[in-house]
């Protein structure tokens, strides 16, 4: 079953994602990296299954991707830090809304 072990993977990117609390470039880097293995597992269930994921590909993924493009290109640190806050709570709002949609995609089954 494709949607439960994707659940899984999701929520071990939460755990990771909630380990980080504050700007370094460290954090930067391992939440770009949390980005891209939460794009491939959205990708692999939307391809599964368009109609029930499509919008996170269509709309949070692109909202995730804009607020990281703001992130890199401010140099005010003081900027920097909120707008990376905002970059992961973006991420960390999608991610839960994506293992909310399995539950309610895998209890219809």
């Known amino acids: 079953m494709i949607p439960g072990k994707q659940k899984i993977k999701l929520e071990q990117l939460i755990l990771r994602s909630s380990a980080i ?4 470039d460290e954090h930067l880097t391992e939440l770009s990296g949390i980005l891209k293995e939460y794009a491939v597992i959205i990708r692999r269930l939307h391809d599964k299954e368009p109609n029930i994921f499509s919008h996170f590909v269509k709309h949070d993924l692109k909202e995730i991707k804009r607020h990281g493009q703001t992130v890199h290109e401010i140099e005010d ?33």
């Not at 609390?21 to 370094?24: I, R």
């Not at 900027?79 to 399995?102: C, T």
């Open 21 to 24: 609390e504050d700007f370094s």
């Open 77 to 109: 640190i003081s900027i920097k830090k909120q707008n990376f806050l905002s970059y992961k709570q973006a991420i960390d709002h999608s991610i839960e809304s994506a293992i909310v949609y399995i539950k309610d995609y895998v209890s219809q089954q």
